[in-house]
């Protein structure tokens, strides 16, 4: 039921939005911010700097997991012949080992972690130059709007109103 007030509420704004731009002379274009993104050559760049960084926190996490799994590994092969007093040093030190490893995992891959925002420093300048190109281009094409097909919301749209090629050919050309 509330899907089929959505979308009659939704339809009913697409009316409108379209009876304005007719009266007013609204002119409207699209992009597909998505396919920019991916198809913009700064993006590869990014994109590699990005993983040498994951690639970097991955080894750690590995190097932390195994050392982890030996000092596991130790306690299992050595416990009848340790000393109680060695014992509890190894069970300590895996404990100690265990805990750095999961605030580790929750510093670089929690929700907040340095993952995300490591994301977010490398592709916010992308996005920015994205937006710069696309308003730079709409200006010049002399349009009013332009939506983005990328987020779902755009139910249809002509091909001559399609700026996505032209901001992906101004940004690669720079």
Known sequence: MHVKKLFLILFAA???CGTASAEDGLRVAHVDSKLIFEGYKGTKKAQEEYDRQVAKWEQQANLLQKELAAIKEKLD???LMLSDEKRNELEA????KNTELKEFIDRVYGRTGELI?????VSAPIIALIKKAVTEIALQEGYDMVVDRATGAVLFWKDENDLTKKVLDYLNAR
Do not use: R
Request: aromatic share 6%; net charge neutral.
């Open 14 to 16: 697409l009316l409108v």
């Open 77 to 79: 092969k050595q416990a």
């Open 93 to 96: 030190d895996y404990a100690k």
């Open 117 to 121: 925002t490591e994301n977010e420093k």
